[in-house]
């Protein structure tokens, strides 16, 4: 996006400048409710009103960009707000993965017993223990 407002901003600057030196002749104006009149140079008068309008059109741009300025500052602080929340999900899940660790290596495992002794259990009766 500079590379073009560069391209088309420098050789406009350029024929601006051109064209005031080229008008080097004096103009006067009146001023109608005051009765003065002014004499001023027409290359000086180009350039003044050319940068004049430069100006204001750089604040109008950013008069007109504030509602997004706005916007993304907005944005930033939830997204700083987020992050924090995430860093602290990200301690805390750290830590469960921690004690499941812990667990697992303070609890030896059970042996497994097999599905057929299982059955073989369950249809078995209990002797009376005296």
């Known amino acids: 996006m500079n590379f073009i407002r560069r391209l088309i901003g420098i050789p406009l600057i350029v024929v601006v400048i051109v ?4 008008n080097n002749d004096f103009a006067t104006f009146t001023l109608k409710p005051f009765d003065v009149d002014i004499t001023i140079s027409l290359s000086v008068l180009i350039l003044v009103l050319f940068f004049a309008g430069y100006l204001l059109g750089r604040l109008d741009g950013y ?6 300025r706005s916007s993304l500052r907005a944005h930033k602080k939830t997204n700083k ?9 990200h301690a805390t899940v750290s830590d469960l993965q921690e004690n499941i ?3 697992k290596n303070k609890e030896p495992e ?3 017993v097999p599905f057929k002794q299982k059955m073989s ?3 078995s009766f209990k002797k009376n223990q005296q």
């Open 101 to 103: 660790e812990y667990l």
């Open 121 to 123: 259990n369950f249809f």
């Open 19 to 22: 064209f005031a030196v080229v």
């Open 63 to 68: 008069v007109a960009n504030a509602p997004l």
């Open 81 to 89: 707000a987020l992050n924090k929340e995430h860093e602290k999900l």
């Open 110 to 112: 059970k042996p497994k």
